[in-house]
C-alpha cells in the first residue's frame, strides 16, 4: 500500500485541526484559507509565490480544484471528499490522489444539483482553458448575487 508524504500526512492534520478549508505545506512552509471554494486557489495561482512540490489538504476537491492544484504544481493532494473527475484530472497531471470519499460529482451549496464549477469545467482537458473558464464563472456568479 502507497502511503501519503510526510508533508501531506502534517497538511492533513492541520486541515482537520483547524476550521481551514485547504491547506498546502512543504518542509515547515505552510499556506491556508478559511476561503471557501476555489477561490483560495485562485489567490495561491495569482501570488508570486512557488507551489511546486508542496503537499495540499483540502475539504473538497471538484474538478476545477483539481486542475488548478496541477496549475499549483502540488505534488500530492489529500481531500475529504474528491469526485471522479477530480481525482482523474490529479492523476493525469502525475499528482498523488489520497481521500476520504470519492463521490460522482461536488454537490452544489443548495445540495440540489451540480457544484457550478464542477459543471463549467465538464469535459476540459486544459488545466490553463479550465482556469479561464472557472475565473469568467465565479465572475458571472458575482454579477448575479
Known amino acids: 500500500m502507497i502511503t501519503m508524504n510526510n508533508n501531506t500526512e502534517i497538511a492533513k492534520k492541520i486541515l482537520t485541526e483547524n476550521s481551514y478549508t485547504c491547506v498546502l505545506y512543504l518542509d515547515g512552509e505552510e499556506y491556508h484559507s478559511t476561503l ?4 483560495p486557489l485562485i489567490n495561491l495561482l495569482e501570488s508570486e509565490n512557488n507551489f511546486a512540490g508542496f503537499s495540499a489538504a ?4 471538484g ?8 496549475l499549483l504544481g502540488v505534488a500530492e493532494v489529500w481531500a475529504n471528499v474528491i469526485s471522479e ?4 484530472i490529479l492523476e493525469k497531471n502525475n499528482i498523488s490522489v489520497y481521500c476520504g ?6 454537490i452544489n451549496r443548495c445540495g ?24 469568467q464563472t465565479l465572475k458571472n456568479s458575482e454579477k448575479r448575487d
Do not use: F, Q, W
Open 36 to 39: 471557501r471554494g476555489v477561490k
Open 58 to 61: 483540502d475539504k473538497t476537491v
Open 63 to 70: 474538478a476545477g480544484a483539481a486542475h488548478l492544484y496541477a
Open 85 to 88: 473527475d477530480g481525482k482523474r
Open 101 to 106: 470519499e470519492i463521490v460522482p460529482y461536488i
Open 112 to 135: 440540489d444539483g451540480m457544484c457550478p464549477i464542477e459543471k463549467a469545467v465538464n469535459g476540459i482537458v486544459c488545466s490553463r482553458k479550465a482556469l479561464e473558464v472557472i475565473k
